[in-house]
């Protein structure tokens, strides 16, 4: 039984009646709601209170930052040994391999100034650190450490060592929310990188798994396929890696084949993650309005397209994929 | 009202808390069955101090859950106001339930919240539909007794 603490006045008679506060507020909340979700009128807003909420995501830090710091100064010294040569032997294979990548990477700008094509390479990058706080665990989506101060822009792609983790979402001043692409409110333009079949990646909720729901039962994929983002969204640039293909089920009497495919990115693990710019001089207009996003801003298309915009995705297949102004960079190494 | 400064920095101290706990990650599982403290601290304090924690309270304790997390603002702040409408409304019944009737009447509150907070998300986009969504309805139930124990026991120590 709960005890009355403070007040045993009689609270009937002071202020308006309960059912009226409770109109204005229900009222006031459906505005804000419609402003939000329709008008985008809060964008600022939202940015500013998030700024204000920044302590309290300090604070929830704090045990996870003193458990680092502390398994960090007691670790022994031969495994930091250990450790230390590894990454030394990485470092080497890695400076290697992009000797070449840097000679491949000139060769393909002189190409494509002959070709005058305008996909470009040139690209800054900054790394940020994913803060460890619970945004919501059936919206994937995470915060970063960088905001509008390091140049943090909405919709800008977002990467890790191994592909395309997401795009941002929401910015403030000192930070980011990510929307990954395995939410399911994000789709992901992608191409097999094999043949250059072009698909849409929407995502589940499952954070091992994509959807290609547009790949007709006769077009050419099989697990195993590379599948590459093909840039014409114009939010990620082409020829990143984003996941690979795991399960291909064709039927028959259906128009669609069940396609999915798991994420490149460890979506579920990485703690820092690549932010990217691309000069936006190099990168092409996005050429179809129908992938761009309506507002669920966050999708790169609507997850379910009208099917004007699917038509695109599932015909296209068909069509030859090295139309002479389709853009077919190959992934970086 | 001799010690109405000292409930109400009682009840900033635990909504600080709560919205603490609301952004700490724990392990994946747990944090899918994560209670919603701060609905049950706003239950709580609606019914315990209800001339303090009014329907304003429970709807700025609502938007600061929307701006830590919400896709939406709005969305948690409306229905945090319903369930503290409807506490205040049967606050004078509530009160003198006895708990397992108290508690029983609090899983009820949670599952319309949990109702009406999915119900908004199916609106704006797909939402999930997994079972896994209404555990936090079960845990919040569960920890309903033993917040009231620990908060009555403070409360009767600080009156």
């Known amino acids: 039984m709960v005890t009355l603490s403070s007040d045993s006045r009689p609270i009937i008679g002071h202020g308006p009646a309960l059912g009226a506060r409770f109109f204005f507020l229900a009222i006031a909340s459906i505005a804000l709601m419609v402003a939000d979700h329709r008008g985008g009128y809060m964008e600022v807003t939202r940015s500013w209170l998030q700024t204000a909420v920044n302590p309290l995501y300090v604070v929830v830090q704090v045990p996870g930052q003193f458990w680092g710091w502390l398994t960090g100064s007691f670790s022994d010294r031969s495994r930091l040994r250990t450790e230390n040569a590894q990454l030394n032997d990485e470092l080497r294979t890695a400076r290697v391999k992009l000797l070449r990548f840097d000679a491949l990477t000139e060769e393909n700008r002189r190409l494509r100034a002959i070709r005058n094509a305008s996909q470009g390479m040139g690209e800054r990058t900054l790394i940020a650190e994913i803060v460890r706080v619970d945004v919501d665990p059936y919206r994937h989506r995470v915060r970063i450490n960088k905001g509008s101060q390091d140049g943090v822009f909405k919709g800008q792609p977002v990467l890790d060592a191994f592909g395309i983790v997401g795009q941002v979402t929401r910015v403030d001043e000192i930070g980011a929310e990510i929307i990954l692409i395995s939410d399911n409110e994000h789709a992901t333009p992608v191409q097999v990188n094999r043949n250059g079949i072009r698909s849409i990646a929407v995502g589940t909720g499952d954070i091992h798994r994509l959807n290609l729901p547009f790949l007709t039962i006769e077009s050419d994929v099989k697990p195993d396929d590379l599948l590459v983002s093909s ?86 297949p068909t069509s030859a994929p090295e139309a002479s102004d389709e853009p077919t960079t190959p992934p970086p190494p | 009202m001799a010690d109405g400064g000292s409930s109400g920095l009682r009840i900033t101290i635990t909504t600080l808390l709560a919205l603490i706990f609301a952004i700490a990650p724990l392990p994946d599982v747990m944090n899918q069955a994560k209670p919603p403290l701060l609905l049950l601290l706003v239950i709580y304090w609606s019914l315990s101090a209800p001339r303090i924690a009014g329907l304003m309270f429970a709807w700025m304790c609502g938007f600061a859950i929307d701006v830590v997390k919400g896709p939406l603002f709005g969305q948690h702040a409306v229905a945090y106001l319903l369930i503290a409408y409807l506490t205040h409304k049967f606050q004078l019944r509530m009160r003198i339930f006895p708990i397992y009737h108290q508690t029983l009447t609090v899983f009820m509150l949670l599952a319309l919240y949990e109702f009406v907070v999915f119900w908004i998300d199916g609106i704006i986009g797909p939402a999930v539909t997994g079972w896994m969504r209404w555990v936090p309805v079960i845990t919040g139930t569960l920890l309903w007794p033993l917040l009231v124990a620990v908060l009555d026991t403070w409360n009767r120590a600080r009156r």
């Open chain 1, 231 to 316: 840039g014409l969204d114009g939010i990620f640039p082409a020829g990143y890696p984003v996941a690979t293909i795991t399960k291909v089920e064709r039927d028959p009497s259906a128009t669609f084949a069940v396609v999915e495919a798991r994420p490149l990115a460890q979506l579920d693990r990485a703690r820092e993650v690549l932010l990217l710019w691309v000069d936006p001089s190099t990168q092409p207009a996005p050429p179809a309005p129908a992938v761009k996003p309506a507002r669920p801003a966050p999708s790169t298309a609507p997850a379910s397209p009208p099917p004007t915009t699917a038509s695109p995705a599932t015909t296209e």
